[in-house]
């Protein structure tokens, strides 16, 4: 493993705005991270989760929003039932807090496509007002955003503090991938996201494709995409792989892809709470192989 336009008010719903937050070990404030990418199917989702799972581990309270407008995938990964109440909560008949999973610091928002039809063009902003109502209340908010298409979810991408920007060597995930920072470059003025190259076949054409994106986006675009590392694609079939990815066990893909998110939440917000990872060693994006 390698390493706001004015909008029209969405729907109302449920929040805690007066809600204290939570008290960390060093009082930084929410960290939002959007897991997001140029084209589907490059493991995004999985991605989202991981990462979820092992920062909720370390002791942080930590958000994990599905924005593919079809949360059973995830909710099928977490071993829990869809719920199909996101109009509900749209609608302030279910409360925010009663209607999200929790698992210990894992927090859950999984949405659905049949939510409200007239209301599926203000999707991107409804998230937004969900997440700006209940930032204090956690250490991370992760957000599982759907592929870059015609400028849908930019304002999302934009509104969050990092973008993991997932691709695989797939030329169409590359040259999207490509638009995607183009268009938070010029509609944004965004320079700064992190790439993570899932599913590659070797080192070498990891070193490739990581290369070639990077340097064609700070020589075309003038914008900096930080190498965070990588994942090659392994022997299993889709539910056998997350069966081992997403598993508690001590595996080498675990450890691995525990050292690169140290490496990126080092780089993106400081060192973790030492006292709250069974890790005892940090490390860097470089390190990570």
């Given at each position: ?49 991981k990462m979820t799972m092992e920062l909720a ?51 859950f928002l999984g949405t659905e496509t049949d ?54 060597p797939d030329r169409k995930s590359i040259t ?114």
């Amino acid at each position: 493993m390698h390493k706001t336009n004015n909008r029209q008010q969405s729907p109302k719903f449920s929040s805690d705005v007066n809600s204290k937050r939570r008290p960390t070990f060093n009082e930084f404030l929410c960290k939002k991270i959007s897991i997001t990418g140029g084209t589907g199917n490059v493991g995004k989702t999985s991605i989202a989760l991981k990462m979820t799972m092992e920062l909720a581990s370390m002791g942080h309270k930590t958000l994990l929003i599905d924005c593919n407008l079809n949360s059973s995938h995830t909710c099928k990964k977490l071993g829990i039932e869809f719920n199909f109440e996101f109009h509900k909560l749209l609608t302030g008949e279910i409360s925010f807090d009663d209607f999200i999973f929790k698992k210990g610091n894992l927090h859950f928002l999984g949405t659905e496509t049949d939510f409200l039809d007239e209301q599926k063009n203000k999707f991107e902003q409804i998230i937004i007002d969900i997440i700006n109502s209940h930032d204090k209340e956690y250490d991370y908010i992760l957000v599982d955003c759907p592929s870059y298409e015609k400028d849908y979810f930019l304002d999302l991408n934009g509104l969050c503090d990092h973008r993991l920007i997932v691709i695989t060597p797939d030329r169409k995930s590359i040259t999207d991938s490509y638009s995607f920072v183009k268009a938070l470059f010029h509609k944004l003025g965004i320079k700064e996201n992190h790439l993570f190259v899932n599913k590659y076949q070797t080192e070498k054409q990891f070193l490739k494709v990581a290369t070639s994106l990077t340097e064609t986006i700070e020589n075309f675009i003038g914008a900096n995409i930080h190498l965070l590392g990588g994942m090659p694609k392994y022997n299993f079939d889709d539910n056998g792989f997350d069966t081992f990815f997403l598993s508690e066990s001590k595996n080498e893909i675990n450890h691995n892809f525990v050292k690169l998110l140290l490496g990126f939440t080092e780089k993106a917000v400081g060192p973790l709470n030492a006292q709250n990872t069974s890790l005892s060693y940090q490390t860097n994006e470089q390190d990570v192989h």
